[in-house]
């Protein structure tokens, strides 16, 4: 290396070592502390130099690597890593993810923790698929999907605490309510597109989280709906002690009674109900309608000139997403056994748009890497507290940096003339 | 021969600016009429009011049929190529281009396969009426495929076509509604000599074997001159001439308008 090269990368980190002073030396330098009477400012500067300190070598060593031409081996690697994840390589990963998936409650290190952890997982994927109806095929960019997330939850607990009926009677229910305010929703925003749209459905997402809060006579206001009842496997109830004359889960199978039981159930529950999700996105992209619905993400204008209605295609699309939403909604509600609007704030819906942007758009697998990496860095670095969504903010850079349109952004054509020639 | 189209004392207004200035024509069965002019002469604004793009500020539109005829006023948006059957192509071209070139085509059939697939309902059920269903529009789209020569590119995207190939590929989408009335807006803009023969070609087949009537918005004179049977020449919204391909060539008031007026 030519020692031109050393002076000019040297001078280069001593800038970056200027702006991470600037940044660090407020955010870090000056904390505040209360004592007695009131708040004082502890410097902290030796932790601001160490950092500062961090960024110019790294800046360094960066520079150095990138004038031999020679990349760091880990980018390199990961990079090439998420570059050969194409869609038939998907089709095996899907397959052994579902082998997995079912096997998973009973792998021997699998405990309660794992297990909370692969349901909230899971319901983000399901939630992750439904929202890729709008967004990903429909083109349609909905900030505010959380609301149907909402509405699902509420109907159930709702119906379920009114009128005592059973999970299997609600959920159908909740996901109609849901896929109404779809439609509700639709109508509208039908002439916005692109940043209007994602404005009035964030807007939409805000007003049922503030009607939940205020409509206190039904909703309960903020306090939320308590005991909502939990699902049955099949009319037998998960209790310790069952009432007289009703078997309970473990009594009917001769089992030990354990909490776990009741977990593994509802494990299977969302893997099922987000499989069906899947299933159900993965055949209607194949049909005419899917078809148009991304035929209106490439170009409305054509579409009409070709006697597509836009109207209806664009209502069915935000219906039916919406109600995956609403299903996604009564299992959280059921699980939960308690809700309060408190769960469905923006940051929900932004989560449920990040795992379908940075899955790749339209990419069914591709919400499930992403669903995985997203959720998964941000439970693996828990104990951080606060500091934990820095890893989520870190976890969506790493994505744009390496794979900009997305872990799997490539499109598979709905039908071949030709046969698959791959 | 009989009419397919009358445009009746057209006007278009855009606040004070008059587009089109009571325009009237028409446009015969089986014929190639060419609208021509300047720029900004107010071609393109008489096809999107044709094609209910926009509402006309006052005039009237009407596509003969078998024994009546049929006011394109009545129709708006989709519903000009939906009910009424006529199509149209766009001055920038307007393909799906992340979607596959069969996948184009087959969104033009959209309405058939829609009450096919039962409103997606037998299509979820995959019933063998929808799938028959879904093989005749594959085969209608492979029908216009091997015509412009594009069969082998089917599962191509559309985006990733050369110029020439979109132009063609964006007609047979519009021929894939079965349109009575085609409108091409300057379908030969961007083409080499080449492929603007190829493009006349493909015209005069849809003309002759398609018995579809087509109206033609164009400034390449090789293509008009070619295939047009009538023309009728704009200019500031207004029609200043109407006649065959020859008329026209020796027509004074096109060459003035087009070159302007010796002083």
């Known amino acids: ?422 | 021969m009989s009419n397919l189209l009358s445009v009746e004392k057209l006007t278009m207004k855009f606040g004070g600016l008059i587009a089109i200035d009571n325009l009237s024509f028409d446009a015969k069965k089986n014929q190639i009429t060419s609208i021509i002019g300047p720029n900004g002469a107010g071609k393109t604004t008489v096809f999107n009011c044709l094609t209910g793009f926009y509402k006309p500020t006052t005039g009237q539109m009407y596509l003969h049929q078998a024994d009546n005829k049929v006011s394109l006023r009545k129709y708006t948006d989709f519903k000009i190529a939906h009910v009424a059957k006529v199509a149209r192509t766009f001055q920038n071209i307007r393909l799906f281009p992340a979607m596959s070139v069969l996948e184009n085509l087959l969104v033009a059939q959209h309405n058939e396969l829609m009450i096919a697939s039962g409103y997606s309902l037998y299509g979820l059920l995959n019933l063998k009426s929808y799938r028959d269903k879904e093989q005749l529009a594959v085969n209608k789209a492979k029908y216009w495929l091997d015509i412009i020569g594009l069969t082998h590119r089917a599962d191509d995207n559309a985006g990733d076509l050369p110029y020439g190939d979109q132009r063609k590929l964006e007609i047979v989408r519009a021929m894939c509604i079965e349109p009575k009335l085609l409108c091409l807006d300057e379908p030969a803009a961007g083409l080499n000599p080449k492929e603007s023969a190829e493009l006349n070609k493909l015209l005069k087949f849809i003309k002759t074997e398609k018995k579809t009537g087509i109206l033609l918005i164009e400034h390449d004179m090789s293509v008009v001159m070619g295939i047009s049977d009538h023309v009728v020449v704009l200019n500031y919204g207004k029609k200043i001439f109407e006649g065959t391909a020859e008329q026209t060539k020796k027509s004074k008031e096109v060459i003035e308008a087009y070159l302007g007026v010796d002083e």
């Open chain 1, 1 to 422: 290396m030519q020692k031109q090269d050393i002076i000019k990368s040297f001078k280069d980190s001593l800038f970056t070592g200027l702006i991470a002073l600037a940044l660090f030396g407020p955010i870090v330098g000056l904390r505040t502390a209360s004592k007695g009477e009131g708040l004082f400012i502890t410097p902290q500067w030796g932790v601001v130099f160490l950092l500062v300190g961090l960024c110019i070598l790294g800046r360094f060593l960066i520079n150095i690597n990138s004038a031999r031409r020679t990349e760091f081996k880990i980018f390199s690697t990961l990079s090439s890593k998420f570059s050969s994840i194409t869609e038939d390589k998907a089709k095996h990963f899907a397959i052994t993810g579902i082998l997995f998936a079912v096997v998973f409650p009973f792998l021997p290190f699998t405990d309660r923790y794992f297990m909370d952890v692969a349901i909230m997982i899971l319901t983000y994927i399901m939630l992750g698929w439904g929202l890729n109806i709008v967004v990903g095929l429909a083109g349609l960019l909905d900030l505010g999907y959380v609301a149907f997330y909402a509405v699902g939850a509420y109907s159930y607990a709702l119906i379920a605490t009114t009128f005592g009926w059973s999970f299997w009677i609600c959920l159908p229910l909740a996901g109609l309510f849901a896929a109404f305010f779809g439609i509700l929703l639709g109508f509208p925003v039908l002439r916005l597109r692109g940043d209007y749209l994602a404005i009035v459905t964030l807007g939409f997402g805000e007003i049922i989280r503030i009607i939940l809060i205020n409509w206190y006579e039904v909703t309960n206001g903020p306090d939320g709906i308590t005991g909502i009842p939990r699902p049955s496997f099949f009319g037998l109830p998960f209790k310790r002690s069952p009432d007289e004359g009703e078997m309970s889960f473990h009594t009917f199978f001769g089992l030990e009674y354990s909490t776990m039981h009741r977990i593994i159930f509802l494990y299977y529950l969302i893997l099922v109900l987000a499989l069906i999700t899947n299933y159900f996105t993965l055949k209607i992209r194949k049909l005419p309608v899917g078809r148009a619905w991304e035929a209106l993400r490439e170009d409305e204008i054509a579409c009409k000139s070709l006697g597509v209605n836009p109207t209806n295609t664009k209502l069915t699309a935000f219906a039916i997403g919406a109600m995956f939403g609403g299903f996604a909604g009564s299992f959280f509600a059921t699980r939960q056994a308690f809700i309060s609007p408190e769960s469905f704030t923006f940051i929900e819906s932004a989560i449920i748009v990040a795992i379908v942007v940075l899955g790749g758009m339209g990419s069914q697998t591709g919400v499930v890497l992403a669903s995985i990496f997203l959720i998964g860095i941000t439970e693996i670095f828990r104990d951080l507290e606060q500091y934990r969504m820095i890893a989520f903010g870190g976890a969506m850079v790493l994505i744009m940096v390496f794979k900009p349109k997305g872990i799997l952004a490539n499109r598979k054509p709905t039908i071949l003339m030709h046969g698959d020639k791959k």
